[in-house]
């Protein structure tokens, strides 16, 4: 990448490299953690949201938690998995779950075990049972890959090869072309409203520029539900109606690496939210609309200089059997739009920051992201204004997030690391303090004031609290008198004095009597330290934060010296018995 670039790229970021993009607090609490066997393996989290259950697949042993049951996980004895092929005399499969979609017409789960290459489907009724089962040869999904329940028909994808279409009528059934690029899918979204009868994928691609460099392209493909494949000579059981388009994000510089995708569904249209990462450890989340993305695939020209004149390539509704070796020999070729899908604005940037997932929630008509860090650590993030709210800490130690899920009437996100599963309540409003002023600085759409304490059943979301000194917002201060601590402290010895961080993006000072002393930070602590005690340290002191123009007192204490030989000697003489005593009981 040339200076020029650089230097476009650097003054975007710097533009929004400030405190905003730190979590403002850290929060521990409203979690509830799910440990599973050290030989389980989970690999994706599946939500039948009717029953508010939260599946959970392992290699060969299927779980279901609910926020009333506990810690433990439930495990669910699924009846064995018969080859209808087989008579009935064969014994039964070992189970390995390659998917794992929420069910329909009444049934909890719809589930795929793999064996030998082949693949069968059942759904899972609330009895356990297994039901509608039909099996699929040649087919193999994996459960880490996106895949997508439509009707009675599952799309699936698999790495480096494409998008599939299954049911139980193998006539029907859809593969791939075969391709030579390195691809990573990353979701998969059916058509809403005029587009129904469309299936989405959003892939990252690996090409290799000129000078041998490696470059990510970040794609959406559209294909026809009704397609049925082309003739017996040409991609007879393959894509005849799959056209690509490229996603451009960037300001100054383009973000390629596209790392994954959330859907946010409105009244109308679909909102896509991008995750992308460069080389500078900067992450940025485009945010697309499927309108528009519809729109390129209907009215932009294609590269290609030879589209066939009699059929616009991508169009549903015919028989893709019997169009012409023309468009059929067209469609081999992968064709893609000239016109790029362009965000709906600028990305949002977040620097030295190394997100891994997205998910999206809409609340109180406030858009909010959650944002997984390498750490094992999840962002809750306020996409407009930007702002970071919170960080919240799953794991009681670093791990690598393996999937999220987000339970958006419940207001719950799921985490899972490779033998635990989290779920952390978004509406811990105490969290931000007992005062209005720290409830709105919170600027949490979950969590609101009313009137006595920040709580998610507040009328008005945090954001919307204008003054918290109306009468309504009473019994909040503007500043609170906390009661002086008072401490003795022995003459010459080393003290210091405690202020909790009650937010990252305040300021804190250390006052004695009205003459500003030190803070030496920490990260969750303001200190005031005291290296030899004397009469000079005697007094008054207090610890003051300030943020956005709300100032608050949170630590007063007064300090005296200990100025009794007997006192500063009694905690020696007391260890000097009690060794005393030790050496004579040997």
């Known amino acids: 990448m040339d ?7 650097f003054s975007c970021v710097s533009l929004v490299s400030s405190s905003k993009l730190h979590p403002r607090v850290t929060v521990d609490t409203g979690i509830t953690r799910f440990s599973f066997e050290n030989n389980i393996s989970l690999m994706k989290l599946g939500d039948a949201s009717s029953d508010k259950i939260i599946w959970v697949g392992g290699q060969s042993v299927l779980y279901s938690i609910s926020p009333t049951q506990g810690s433990k996980p439930l495990q669910v004895n ?19 779950f390659s998917v794992l979609q929420e069910g329909a017409d009444g049934n909890v789960l719809f589930i ?5 290459g082949n693949s069968e489907c ?20 994996d459960i880490n890959e996106p895949s997508l329940l439509v009707g009675n028909m599952l799309y699936f994808t698999k790495r480096d090869k494409g998008l599939y279409r299954i049911n139980n009528n193998k006539k029907y059934n859809i593969w791939p072309q075969t391709n030579e690029e390195e691809q990573t899918y990353l979701k998969l979204v059916a058509g809403k409203g005029q587009h129904k009868d469309k299936v989405y994928s959003f892939f990252t691609e690996k090409h290799k520029s000129e000078d041998e460099s490696e470059l990510w392209i970040p794609r959406v493909s559209q294909s ?21 388009s490229r996603l451009f994000c960037g300001k100054g510089y383009e973000f390629t690496k596209m790392i994954d995708v959330a859907t946010l569904e409105t009244d109308n249209d679909i909102k896509v939210y991008a995750l992308f990462r460069n080389y500078w450890n900067i992450s940025a989340v485009c945010v697309y609309n499927m309108t528009e993305i519809s729109s390129i695939f209907t009215s932009s020209e294609f590269n290609s200089r030879s589209v066939p004149d009699n059929h616009r390539p991508g ?29 709906e604005n600028g990305p949002l940037l977040f620097t030295h920051r190394h997100y891994t997932h997205i998910q999206v929630d809409r609340v ?9 860090l390498e750490s094992g650590g999840v962002h809750k993030v306020l996409e407009n204004p930007l702002f970071v709210i919170a960080e919240y800490l799953p794991f009681q130690h670093e791990t690598h997030i393996t999937s999220m899920l987000l339970d958006a009437s419940e207001r719950r996100l799921y985490v899972s690391s490779s033998h635990e599963v989290v779920q952390i309540d978004l509406q811990t409003c105490q969290a931000y303090g007992d005062q209005c002023n720290e409830c709105r600085l919170s600027r949490d759409p979950y969590c609101g004031w009313d009137g006595l304490r920040c709580t998610s059943r507040a009328k008005f979301p945090a954001l919307d609290i204008l003054n918290c000194n109306k009468p309504e917002a009473a019994p909040s201060k503007t500043e609170v008198e906390s009661e002086s601590t008072v401490i003795h402290v022995s003459p010459s010895s080393k003290h210091f004095l405690l202020c909790p961080k009650t937010s990252h993006h305040a300021e804190y000072r250390w006052y004695r009597g009205e003459t500003l002393e030190e803070c030496v930070h920490s990260k969750q602590s303001c200190l005031y330290l005291i290296h030899s005690m004397n009469e000079t340290h005697e007094g008054h002191y207090r610890c003051e934060s300030t943020e956005e123009g709300y100032t608050q007192t949170l630590r007063q204490y007064t300090l005296s010296m200990s100025r009794s030989d007997g006192l500063r000697l009694a ?9 005393h005593g030790l050496l004579a009981s040997f």
Not at 122 to 141: A, V
Not at 571 to 578: E, G, I, K, S, V
């Open 122 to 141: 059942c759904n899972l009724t609330s009895s356990y049972s297994l039901t509608d089962c039909f099996t699929s040869e040649n087919y193999e999904p």
């Open 112 to 116: 795929c075990s793999s064996f030998d």
């Open 571 to 579: 905690p020696l003489l007391l260890m000097l018995t009690a060794c």
């Open 224 to 244: 026809c539900m009704d397609d049925n494949g082309g003739s017996k000579s040409l991609l007879q059981s393959s894509w005849t109606s799959m056209i690509y």
């Open 3 to 9: 200076w020029t670039a650089f230097c476009a790229l």
């Open 364 to 372: 109180r008509g406030h858009t909010v992201l959650l944002l997984s």
């Open 315 to 343: 169009t549903c509704g015919t028989d893709s059997t019997a169009l012409s070796p023309e468009v059929l020999g067209f469609m081999k070729d992968r064709p893609e739009m000239k016109d790029w899908v362009m965000p």
């Open 78 to 96: 699924v009846p064995p998995f018969q080859n209808e092929n087989k008579d009935s005399n064969s014994s039964p499969r070992s189970l390995r």
